[in-house]
């Protein structure tokens, strides 16, 4: 072997020794600086440990195995959330843009089967608040993807045994984010781009007696889909009703599908908004029971109006669609029955401009179609302004034909009182606000009669009927004309619901319509 070849093979192994060597020490390193800041430049309040660092310089890759994460309250001992990983990859970091660009910048952050426990009732909200304070960012941090896989999140309320919130196998993933000084002083601490999640169930407590509940959940190009909705009081009607102190109506409310499309939130000023251009529910069933025995809630009861106009955030949906839903109302007033119902089915319906962002006169319209129990075509146009300070109102109605005996469900159990003859048509328009309302309606029936009955509900009270039936008009024509007409004028009661104004102003228009005033 030549001098001049014995010299570049020594050359050769020599620089492979160095890079080697330099590697580790490179590595190990960079490696020291990692378990440094994780450990160290964290806040106080949060501690964290993990089983095994690895770090490769030339893939610019770093994995964590087995990490968890404990954050206590600022000024407490207590620890109100806990985080556990199996595994977090971090990859390919660019060391040219950290060097010469003053940035962190990471092509990909993996996290693998994350186990997040959030105690709201132990959190305390630090005497200093301001934002931003917590973490100090020297350079900013630049993740183009970021996906955390199979995550196990829960929420508890007030104990471990009150869970606010629990999702089973969620996966999210999100793209372009950005964090630095200034995105940790928002409400939503970082900027992104495109997003993914999915969950496979998903609960959560919406108030003192009532969860909802969804099998799947899938959100993908700003659209999102949620099969198998449910939401409904968890407990039955009879110990809903002692438990309660006052009026509260139980319900269940089950939807086949929701979808919403083009959403959109974020925060303005520190103020949440949400928006879409299109929300529908398909199949949903809606079941409220209402016991009437409990005692009244006096509460004021504001109208739809108002309610939108003060939600806490901005809300706007462009169109909002109801496909072959359902609606069964029953209402329970006297001991030892099971209360009378009145029901919806084929519901149909699309709600224009739904919201609280939607400039001064531009109205909130809801176009209603429906069958009323299982006979009359129903038809309602409903529209009113949110911005309107004095929540004026306008509902018209179309009823079809209906056999009056169909309300005797209804009106037998919670009136005494049994319908008899066939109402061909009635239109109705209700013109309020707040405090007063008129309606004028026009009735076109046959034959009708109404029968009083006593406390068992069957027995007939003769006179009272036929007092009554005295001041009835049999039909609608005895006069010449096919229709009847009747108008009268409501004061609202508010500590009610607006379907009982609506109820007060029907029960006005009809009395109008059979007696002629």
Same mark, same amino acid.
Request: neutral net charge; contains cysteine.
């Given at each position: ?27 190990? /390193? ?16 949060? +501690?964290?440990?993990? #089983? ?11 994995? =964590? ?40 910048? *990471? ?27 917590? %973490? @100090? ?19 508890? $309320? ?5 869970? %606010? ?8 993933? *999100? ?18 781009? $495109? ?11 919406? !108030? ?19 099969? @198998? ?35 959109? =939130? ?24 209402? @016991? ?21 955030? +901005? ?23 099971? !209360? ?7 519901? #149909? ?35 009113? #302004? ?22 005797? +469900? ?17 239109? /109705? ?10 309606? $004028? ?6 034959? =009708? ?69």
């Amino acid at each position: 072997m030549s001098k001049s070849v014995r010299i570049f093979l020594i050359v050769l192994v020599s620089a492979g020794i160095l890079i080697v060597l330099g590697k580790i020490a490179i590595n190990t /390193f960079l490696k020291n600086k990692v378990e440094t800041f994780v450990t160290q430049n964290l806040p106080p309040n949060y +501690q964290s440990d993990f #089983d095994k660092l690895s770090l490769d310089l030339f893939d610019g890759t770093i994995t =964590f195995k087995d990490v968890s994460l404990q954050i206590q309250n600022a000024d407490t001992a207590s620890v109100h959330s806990t985080v556990t990983v199996k595994e977090l990859i971090i990859e390919d970091i660019s060391y040219w843009k950290y060097l010469f660009h003053n940035e962190i910048h *990471i092509e990909d952050i993996k996290i693998f089967y994350p186990e997040v426990t959030y105690y709201t009732h132990l959190y305390r909200t630090p005497k200093d608040s301001a934002r931003g304070s917590a %973490l @100090n960012l020297n350079k900013p941090i630049r993740i183009d993807e970021l996906s955390i896989d199979h995550t196990r999140l829960t929420l508890f $309320d007030d104990s471990e045994e009150n869970t %606010l919130l629990y999702a089973e196998n969620l996966t999210v993933e *999100i793209d372009d984010i950005l964090i630095d000084q200034n995105t940790l002083r928002k409400r939503l601490p970082l900027e992104f781009g $495109d997003y993914i999640a999915k969950a496979d169930s998903i609960f959560a407590k919406v !108030g003192p007696y009532e969860n909802v509940t969804t099998r799947n959940f899938k959100l993908k190009k700003k659209r999102a889909v949620f099969t @198998n909705l449910k939401l409904a009081t968890k407990y039955s009607r009879q110990q809903h009703a002692q438990l309660l102190d006052k009026e509260r109506d139980h319900f269940d409310l089950t939807i086949d599908s929701l979808e919403i499309d083009a959403i959109d =939130f974020g925060f303005t000023e520190r103020e949440l908004f949400v928006n879409s251009n299109r929300l529908l529910l398909a199949q949903p069933k809606l079941d409220i029971y209402r @016991n009437k025995l409990v005692a009244d809630d006096f509460s004021r009861k504001p109208l739809y109006s108002e309610m939108l106009r003060k939600l806490p955030f +901005q809300l706007s949906i462009d169109t909002a669609a109801v496909k072959n839903g359902s609606i069964r109302y029953t209402e329970k007033v006297t001991e030892g029955t099971n !209360g009378g119902t009145i029901e919806f089915t084929s519901l #149909d319906a699309t709600i224009a401009n739904l919201g609280n962002t939607y400039s001064e006169g531009t109205k909130t319209k809801l176009d209603i179609n429906a069958v009323f129990m299982k006979d009359a075509p129903f038809h309602v146009d409903w529209s009113f #302004d949110v911005r309107d300070p004095e929540n004026r109102f306008v509902f018209k109605a179309d009823v079809g034909k209906l056999a009056a005996a169909q309300l005797n +469900q209804f009106t037998r159990e919670n009136l005494r009182a049994n319908l008899e003859g066939t109402i061909q048509q009635t239109y /109705f328009t209700v013109s309020g606000d707040d405090t007063y309302s008129q309606i $004028d309606m026009r009735m076109k029936y046959d034959e =009708f009669k109404i029968k009083f009955l006593n406390d068992n509900g069957k027995d007939k009270k003769w006179l009272k009927s036929a007092v009554a039936n005295l001041f009835i008009k049999k039909n609608s024509d005895q006069e010449g004309v096919d229709f009847r007409e009747g108008n009268g004028e409501v004061t609202r009661v508010k500590h009610k619901s607006f379907f009982n104004y609506l109820w007060l102003n029907v029960e006005k228009g009809l009395k109008s319509c059979v007696t002629g005033g």
